[in-house]
């Protein structure tokens, strides 16, 4: 096994290698992120939703690139378009790392051309959060053992991207449509509940 060290003098060797669409000073930054819980958006033009992508890079590829929202390169074009990603990126496929990596850089693309990607958090994540891998893909049994450490541990608190998902919301609107994972029970509406509140209450491990 081979082990490498990420700094900012070769961060550019592994930018280059694996087609990464951020900087390094994003994997810094990424420590400081706080939870946005007011999360309404107006006036957006364009606009797109996936749900359920579990692993499946190239599924996932192939949707943004039909959806004009990516290039053949992987890189963002679409404008001041707003992609919303509705929860559940974890388990049962192979290449949950990939995808995560690659929204994480996209989020960034995003921002500087005007647009913006919305990466709500669905079970999926809540379960591994939570250290639950009943729909774990075996190619990450192994990289538990390869690494000798929990799955789960590789989104923890102390990484980049567990920190990074961590900042992210439960239920967002745009345009006055609303988007949340699943949907909304009859109980919260009852409870009249607004944005904030839900984002700000919802136990995230």
Known sequence: ??????????????????????????????????????????????????????????????????CRIIDDKLNWIFGEGHLVILGDAFDRGDKVTQILWHLFGLEKQAEKAGGMVHVLLGNHELMIFGNDESYMHEKYRTVEEIFQVKYSDLYSVNSVLGKWLRS???????????????????EMVDRKLKIEQINRVFPIC
């Open 1 to 66: 096994m081979r082990t490498d060290v990420i700094t900012a003098d070769n961060f550019y060797e592994f930018k280059k290698k694996f087609n990464l669409l951020f900087d390094y000073n994003d994997l810094r930054d990424a420590y400081a992120l706080k939870p946005n819980y007011t999360q309404v958006y107006n006036s957006v033009d364009s606009l797109s939703a996936i749900s359920d992508i579990h692993g499946e890079y190239d599924t996932y590829i192939n949707l943004l690139k039909a």
């Open 168 to 186: 992210k919301p439960i239920v967002i609107t745009i345009n006055d449509i609303l988007f949340v994972h699943a949907g909304i029970s009859i």
